[in-house]
């Protein structure tokens, strides 16, 4: 035994566990809420060098995995939860993200090692770039989907080198990271072993490209926010709006009512704080006010919530100005066309299914269309492919009684008159969906011309969560370049402009209402006319790769023979 785990963790195995946990340690410190986003930059270099140095495929397998583990757990600590620590399901499930989610890209990464097998070194680390960048944007449109992660969305920060997302959306910036890695890793592992002399051509031209790499989108970012502008346009300036948030910081486990013996009482004591907002703010005669996720924490249009429902429209009528709120809603079904997923009531052929939904209550008019939310988290918010597998549904809900939302099928977009009586259409998205560009894209290219996230995002203490939910709103701002707003429950709250620069931040767990202006955009960018084109040559790319170490694969089994 003792012989064996000296061979196993001798000096040199700890050398390369500890270049495959800086690796990790870089990528995660690369991520918001760090302003340390330049890491990931190098953050693959000593994982490149592991791989140089170490040819067996199943050791290097095991290192990837304790690399992206390392990443995982720097990065998403706070995703079960643990600081506050009120629910085990939750923390069983953030344990289960950390520990599994990494296995997801292990197929990916093995490819890379067999193009590299088959067609060296530089088409390996090539291949490893191409396929990372394949598996983010695959893995972004199953009901598996978790694109929190993809590599681009650690710039977030960092605004001018964002600003060439409206063309390639978060995928370019994946793409010039590993460009950068490979380029400093090829200078470094020169430089370390000479292979090159100092006057090389091919030293000159890899750090050269390096630099350019570097510091190209930058320069870019610097140059295309200047010439934008947006607060300043003269049509943005005949075209203001004034927005109000409410973020009324209710605790996420008591706003369902649970541990309190009369419920009504709590849903009444919500509304209630956030309609004295709402008064407050309308004596500044806003355009629109926007309560968060859930404000109303109760399925307010069913009839035993009746006196509800007239108090809150009697609220709006009085402030005079339409609101916009998070709601949970929800559909009846007959047994002929109830989803798999949904919930028979009591023995009767009647069966419901529950919704995360966003509505807007206007002055003197009835509640206005429903949108309910398409993108559900995993296993948190729904189980995946739920109506395959409805058997799944009520063992795996979870206590606060989320686990089980169902999922809606359509984008909706919403109309306010601003004060000059133009009509101005916008979206309202749900927490989570924020963080698939392609998702936010299609808001914007049915018309919606500026953007509102409400979100909950009081779950995980002070933790990095909520700072890393609110920095997408920068990508997809200038994705469409679209005006954002994002209203939190307990926060961040914050104002996004199209160049990605938060020009208004509420602090995360405070009781608030401010008041936001924006200006409706109506450009439309090349990501939005034309979506995931980058991310689709890239996977092409990738392919092509594989496809081409496999022919090679073949020839040479061709010619032993």
């Known amino acids: 035994m003792t012989s064996f785990l000296k061979r196993k963790f001798n000096p040199e195995s700890r050398r390369r566990c500890v270049l495959t946990v800086c690796a990790g340690i870089l990528l995660g410190a690369s991520f918001p809420p760090s302003p340390l986003s330049s890491l990931a930059y190098i953050a693959f270099i000593p994982l490149f060098w592991l791989i140089d140095e170490n040819k067996k495929t199943a050791s290097v397998m095991r290192h990837f995995y304790l690399f992206l ?36 890209y292990l197929p990916f990464l093995w490819l890379s090692l067999y193009v590299r097998k088959n067609l060296g070194r530089i088409a390996g680390f090539i291949s490893f770039a191409l396929l990372w960048i394949a598996f ?11 694109p929190w992660l993809s590599l681009g969305n650690s710039q977030a920060y960092d605004v001018n080198r964002i600003q060439i997302a409206e063309y390639t959306s978060v995928c370019g910036l994946s793409f010039i990271i590993f460009t950068c890695n490979i380029l400093a890793y090829e200078v470094t592992r020169n430089i370390a072993f000479r292979i090159w002399p100092w006057n090389s051509l091919k030293l000159h031209t890899a750090a050269g490209c390096l630099l350019l790499a570097y510091i190209g989108p930058s320069a870019y970012g610097i140059i295309a926010i200047k010439k934008m502008q947006p607060s300043t346009t003269s049509a943005g300036i005949e075209r203001t709006l004034n927005i109000g948030v409410i973020q ?33 703010l309308a004596k500044f005669n806003p355009d629109l006010i926007v309560w968060p996720e859930t404000a109303i924490p109760f399925y307010i249009f069913l009839p035993r919530y009746a006196e509800l429902l007239h108090y809150v429209q009697a609220q709006v009528d009085t402030a005079g100005v339409p609101v916009l709120t998070g709601v949970p809603t929800v559909k009846y079904f ?21 919704y995360n939904s966003v509505t807007m209550f206007s002055p003197k008019s009835r509640p206005g269309p429903v949108y309910r939310k398409m993108l559900l988290v995993p296993f948190a918010e729904r189980v995946p492919y739920a109506d395959a597998f409805s058997f799944l549904i009520k063992p795996l809900r979870w206590n606060v009684g989320i686990s089980g939302w169902g999922k809606g099928t359509d984008t909706v977009l919403y109309t306010i008159q601003s004060k000059d009586s133009v009509h101005v259409k916008f979206a309202g998205i749900i927490c989570y969906e924020s963080a698939y560009p392609d998702f936010v894209r299609a808001f914007v290219k049915r018309g919606a011309e500026f ?4 979100t ?3 779950w995980w203490g002070r933790t990095s969560g909520a700072y890393q939910h609110a920095s997408f709103a920068s ?17 961040v709250s914050e104002l996004v402009d ?64």
């Not at 720097?74 to 993200?97: E, N, Q, S």
């Not at 983010?136 to 978790?146: A, I, K």
């Not at 605790?251 to 369902?256: A, G, N, Q, R, V």
């Not at 953007?451 to 409400?454: G, N, P, Q, T």
Request: aromatic content about 14%; proline content about 4%.
């Open 136 to 146: 983010d944007y695959l893995h972004s449109l199953s009901e598996y989907s978790f």
């Open 475 to 491: 990508l997809r701002a200038v994705e469409t370049r679209r005006w954002i707003v994002q209203a939190a429950n307990g926060g």
């Open 248 to 280: 009324p910081n209710v605790d996420p486990w008591e706003k369902w009512g649970l541990d309190q013996g009369d419920r009504m009482q709590s849903y009444y004591e919500q509304v209630s704080l956030q309609a004295a907002e709402t008064q407050k």
């Open 456 to 458: 909950n995002d009081s």
């Open 69 to 104: 583990f390392v990443f995982h757990a720097a990065t998403l600590y706070w995703a079960g939860g643990f600081i506050p620590a009120k629910d085990v399901w939750m923390m069983a499930a953030g344990a289960a993200l950390l520990f599994i989610h990494p296995v997801f």
């Open 334 to 354: 007959g047994s002929s066309d109830a989803p798999a997923a949904s919930e028979r009531i009591g023995n009767s052929d009647l069966f419901f299914e529950a």
């Open 498 to 561: 199209p160049c990605g620069i938060a020009r208004s931040r509420t602090k995360l767990y405070s009781r608030t209402s401010v008041l936001m202006q924006l200006h409706p955009e109506s450009e439309m960018t090349f990501y939005t006319k034309y979506g995931d084109v980058f991310a689709k040559i890239f996977s092409a790319a990738a392919l092509a790769f594989v496809g081409a170490a496999a022919g090679q694969h073949i020839r040479r089994k061709r010619e032993k023979r």
């Open 451 to 454: 953007l509102i996230i409400v």
